[in-house]
């Protein structure tokens, strides 16, 4: 049955970054039942690996995220230039965003995506485009949030060697990572 209700999240995903989602909206909420995200949900979580930082707002938008690409926080909806650790710069557009909250199961999923980025280190070059799904339980709690990870990179490198070259990623190899967040502060 989890099986099912992940691949049913996903799948409302896809319908989002397909064209279903609201034009203008940097982040979609969904909220089953009487619609009203819980209120101990809303604030900053973090992964257990330190990489992921994401802030619920009290309305279950996700304000900003702190993604793995670079491990820069971005802001909803909109672009974010920043100096990379050795030299060059960092350019990041997010596209829309999701939340989905079920209720009942206490199943929360959200999607990061990033339609556009482009970090230089030093002469090299990687841009493209990648989106992170979260999907997973809500400790009853509502401190810990269990998730598994799906992560669809589109990544282009620019070297010396190099010129334009797609970095290969088979769908049916890139398995899921499972990730815990806890939550820090409101």
Sequence with gaps: MKRILQLLIINLFILFF???????????????????????????????????DIYFEPDGKVSWAVISLGEVKIEAGKNRTVPMRHGGKGIF???????????????????????????????????GKTRDIFTGSVSPDGTLWQTDRFSYPEYIVDTETYKSY????DPNENPKETLLFRKISD
């Design 93 to 127: 557009e997010p596209g829309q965003w999701s939340v989905i909250y079920l209720q009942r199961q206490r199943e929360l999923s959200v999607e990061i995506a990033i339609d556009y980025f482009r970090t230089e280190l030093g002469d090299d070059v990687i841009h």
């Design 166 to 169: 797609k970095l290969p990623v």
């Design 18 to 52: 397909t064209g279903c989602g609201a034009p203008g909206k940097a982040v979609e909420v969904i909220i089953d039942g009487d619609g009203q995200f819980p209120k101990n949900l809303a604030g900053l979580w973090r992964s257990e690996n330190n990489v992921w």
